[in-house]
């Protein structure tokens, strides 16, 4: 097994964001067949979600960044996935988040991890805009890119789903002191 061992970890208050590991495999397949997965391509079968999961491992061996399993600092266990998206068929690169089980809802993990993929994409990525292609059904999807300043933009389509899109401003920047 090679690790992506070159990707960046992002620490929060309660988060670990790191490359996603085999380990995280069983809870995204259990997740991709709920019906929660279905504003991420889901639900899929385990070949299907098997498919997607090497398909987010190999963006960060294309592009160099990616979606980050995220994990509860205190126990290790990877919750969901978020970070950074641009493959060919995206209009401009993308925040993404999800939670794989309810049960880690109502908890702020979202927000807490979104708003860490939204400062290091406009920080140590550089990135100078970014959008999150949210389906218009996606209620707390829409929630939470509100929470990070987000504002709907246009409606477009992807893969033949409508979606919105939505537009995150950059963060605020610290003042840099005179010396």
Do not use: C
């Not at 964001?17 to 995204?28: I, K, N, V, W, Y």
């Not at 400062?119 to 890119?145: C, E, K, P, V, Y």
């Not at 409606?155 to 537009?167: A, H, L, N, V, Y």
């Amino acid at each position: 097994m090679i690790l992506l061992s070159g990707a960046p970890v992002l620490n929060t208050l309660r988060l670990t964001l790191r490359a996603p590991e085999e380990r995280d495999l069983p809870g995204f397949i259990a997740y991709m067949a709920s019906p929660r997965a279905v504003f991420t391509g889901g639900p899929a079968t385990a070949s299907g979600a098997f498919q997607t999961f090497a398909t987010v491992i190999g963006h960060w061996v294309l592009r160099g960044y990616g979606l980050f399993a995220v994990t509860l600092t205190e126990t290790g266990e990877a919750i969901g996935l978020a970070g950074h998206l641009n493959p060919p068929a995206w209009p401009e690169p993308e925040l993404a988040w999800n939670l794989w089980d309810p049960a880690h809802e109502g908890y702020g993990y979202a927000s807490e991890a979104a708003f860490a993929i939204r400062d290091h994409a406009f920080g140590a990525l550089g990135w100078n805009t970014a959008i999150s292609m949210i389906a218009r059904d996606n209620h707390r999807s829409m929630a939470l890119a509100r929470r990070l300043g987000a504002a709907p933009e246009r409606d477009d389509e992807i893969f033949g789903k409508p979606m919105t899109i939505w537009r995150h401003p950059r963060a605020p920047q610290p003042e840099k002191q005179d010396e």
